[in-house]
């Protein structure tokens, strides 16, 4: 069984950072992975990916938040993280972390097994 626990959340003011992270558990070591990813969900909005990586080393990023977010994975702690600054009020959403084994991707929320319950980022102006 693996598990997905996000942590880190919280509200911000605008221009901000915060770290999140993800502590992976269960059956496998992230470095079994396919991919790790992060999405995001504003009210009302769909589940949108932020930035995904591969293998462990090869990261994506949304346009929305290049240059602003970056992705890494530690497959010695079993975590996933995701260090935000210069944040703004569009970047408030409920963050979940995301895996897939080999095979599957994590480009799109419908191709991920594995989700964890969320964290709550709020950036106020």
């Known amino acids: 069984q693996v598990q997905l626990v996000e942590s880190g959340g919280g509200s911000v003011q605008a221009g901000g950072s915060l770290t999140l992270s993800c502590a992976a558990s269960?059956?496998?070591?992230?470095?079994?992975?396919?991919?790790m990813a992060w999405f995001r969900q504003a009210p009302g909005k769909e589940r949108e990916g932020v930035a995904r990586i591969y293998g462990g080393v090869a990261p994506y990023y949304d346009d929305s938040i290049k240059g602003r977010f970056t992705i890494s994975q530690d497959n010695a702690k079993n975590t996933l993280t995701l260090q935000m600054t210069s944040l703004i009020p569009e970047d408030t959403a409920m963050y979940y972390c995301a895996a897939s084994r080999p095979g599957y991707g994590c480009a799109m929320a419908a191709s991920v097994q594995f989700w964890g319950q969320g964290t709550q980022v709020t950036v106020s102006s």
């Open positions: 269960g059956d496998t070591n992230t470095k079994n992975w396919g991919c």
